[in-house]
């Protein structure tokens, strides 16, 4: 079992920045790729960031590319992501999760989810 918390969600304005944390406790943390996803009220969770156990590989969702930064630290058990020049478009629930071995970009492929923290993105 892998327990996940995400922190650092919040208001912003469009065009600031918010940097996500979540913090995993359980098994050895370095054998699960994690991943970012989020959810808008009456839309389906949506892909938006995934790493591999050692930070080598990363892959980002298309509406998010060159804006979001997914990076982790081992030594602490947290995977952050880094959220720059947000949109109002942004505003969701994002949830933290974990899956044994490799990254994957679709929701049903992990495991474990954290309970999310809430992201508004307005003037």
């Known amino acids: 079992q892998v327990q996940l918390v995400e922190r650092g969600g919040g208001s912003v304005q469009p065009g600031g920045s918010l940097r996500l944390s979540c913090a995993a406790a359980g098994r050895a943390f370095s054998n699960y790729a994690m991943g970012w996803f989020r959810q808008a009220p009456g839309k389906e969770r949506e892909f938006v960031a995934t790493?591999?156990?050692?930070?080598?590989?990363?892959y980002y969702g298309d509406s998010v590319k060159g804006r979001f930064t997914i990076s982790r630290d081992n030594a602490k058990n947290t995977v952050y992501l880094q959220m720059n020049s947000l949109k109002p478009e942004d505003t969701a629930v994002y949830y933290c999760?974990?899956?044994?071995?490799?990254?994957?970009?679709?929701?049903?492929?992990?495991?474990?989810w954290g309970q999310g923290t809430q992201v508004t993105v307005s003037s």
């Open positions: 790493i591999s156990w050692n930070g080598g590989i990363t």
């Open positions: 999760a974990a899956r044994p071995g490799l990254t994957a970009t679709t929701s049903y492929d992990y495991s474990y």
